[in-house]
């Protein structure tokens, strides 16, 4: 199993924007799906927000980011990307990217990934 790499958390006001990274050292990403899950807190496990398959379509498996949330990615720089809009304190959680080989498609099941980063913190809060 590889190491990813998330950043560009922070705390935001609500109704505000950020742009989470994904770096991918040792993974030539265009050939994996990429996931992004979170875990707020106080719970026990991650669920899944959205997955981008390896053509940038987007798969989202939470009703309440669409319209909001656009996962993207970059082969040419081995990078992942989840841009949030209109944040909201029911966003606040730490966010993980994950990565799965193309053949086998999008998931929003955390064991079907092999590939985790380390999360980073977000925090919608005024």
């Known amino acids: 199993q590889l190491q990813l790499v998330e950043s560009g958390g922070g705390l935001v006001q609500p109704g505000g924007s950020l742009r989470l990274s994904c770096a991918t050292p040792?993974?030539?990403?265009?050939?994996?799906?990429l996931g992004w899950f979170r875990q707020a807190p106080g719970e026990g496990r991650r669920e899944a927000v959205l997955?981008?398959?390896?053509?940038?379509?987007?798969?989202n498996y939470r009703d309440s980011v669409k319209g909001r949330f656009t996962g993207s990615r970059d082969d040419d720089k081995n990078l992942g990307y989840l841009q949030m809009n209109n944040l909201r304190p029911e966003d606040t959680a730490v966010y993980y990217c994950?990565?799965?080989?193309?053949?086998?498609?999008?998931?929003?099941?955390?064991?079907?990934?092999?590939?985790w980063g380390t999360g980073t913190q977000v925090t919608v809060s005024s």
């Open positions: 994950a990565a799965r080989p193309r053949y086998l498609g999008c998931s929003g099941r955390e064991l079907d990934y092999d590939h």
């Open positions: 040792g993974l030539t990403v265009k050939h994996y799906a």
């Open positions: 997955c981008i398959d390896t053509g940038g379509g987007n798969t």
